[in-house]
T-cell receptor, first 112, second 111 residues
Framework: EAQVTQNPRYLITVTGKKLTVTCSQNMNHEYMSWYRQDPGLGLRQIYYSMNVEVTDKGDVPEGYKVSRKEKRNFPLILESPSPNQTSLYFCASRPSGTETQYFGPGTRLLVL | GQQVMQIPQYQHVQEGEDFTTYCNSS?????IQWYKQRPGGHPVFLIQ?????EVKKQKRLTFQFGEAKKNSSLHITATQTTDVGTYFCASGYSSASKIIFGSGTRLSIRP
């Protein structure tokens, strides 16, 4: 089944404890992206990747890192999480040449 | 920076009534996409509009892209309980690599 998977789905952590949220897609899509969703703000793009080893900042990249060593995986790294990073995070992918994005199920993060 | 404004933020309608959400930009958009997110779910792509003045229909849903490509609307005729969710518009810029989403319109329905 074609899908985007994220792990973990739920995470409670404390300020400053490094964490990684994984994202994987099995559709051989070139483009992958991370978003955070907060009430009243919609989805805001954190980072995106056009292909392997090609990443760039979205609108809200501060406090986040990403890597794209393989086409299928696009992990989101929070080196030192802070409470303002408490949010719902979505990973998405799409093939080149189209705008149709396929979203993962989301990861709900709470930073205490 | 680039912004896409979406109104209203919330809409509560009686089942069978119509519903419309609007997106507006101060700059010309290359395209506009619409997504639906059910409560507790993830955004699901509905449609993309590219051409000035374009109108597309999907059953009870009608999507429009303005002549100046600065605004768009989604209209649902005779809402059903299955239409409940949040509707987002989105547009790509900077070679479509960056994506900007509207803040969404949450639709709730009285049976």
């Amino acid at each position: 089944e074609a899908q985007v998977t994220q792990n973990p789905r739920y995470l409670i952590t404390v300020t400053g404890k490094k964490l990684t949220v994984t994202c994987s897609q099995n559709m051989n899509h070139e483009y992958m992206s991370w978003y955070r969703q907060d009430p009243g703000l919609g989805l805001r793009q954190i980072y995106y990747s056009m292909n392997v080893e090609v990443t760039d900042k979205g609108d809200v990249p501060e406090g986040y890192k990403v890597s794209r060593k393989e086409k299928r995986n696009f992990p989101l790294i929070l080196e030192s999480p802070s409470p303002n990073q408490t949010s719902l995070y979505f990973c998405a992918s799409r093939p080149s040449g189209t705008e149709t994005q396929y979203f993962g199920p989301g990861t709900r993060l709470l930073v205490l | 920076g680039q912004q896409v404004m979406q109104i209203p933020q919330y809409q509560h309608v009686q089942e069978g009534e119509d519903f419309t959400t609007y997106c507006n930009s101060s700059t010309t958009l290359s395209n506009i996409q619409w997504y639906k997110q059910r409560p507790g779910g993830h955004p699901v792509f509905l449609i993309q509009l590219v051409k000035s003045g374009e109108v597309k229909k999907q059953k009870r849903l009608t999507f429009q892209f303005g002549e100046a490509k600065k605004n768009s609307s989604l209209h649902i005729t005779a809402t059903q309980t299955t239409d409940v969710g949040t509707y987002f518009c989105a547009s790509g810029y900077s070679s479509a690599s960056k994506i900007i989403f509207g803040s969404g319109t949450r639709l709730s329905i009285r049976p």
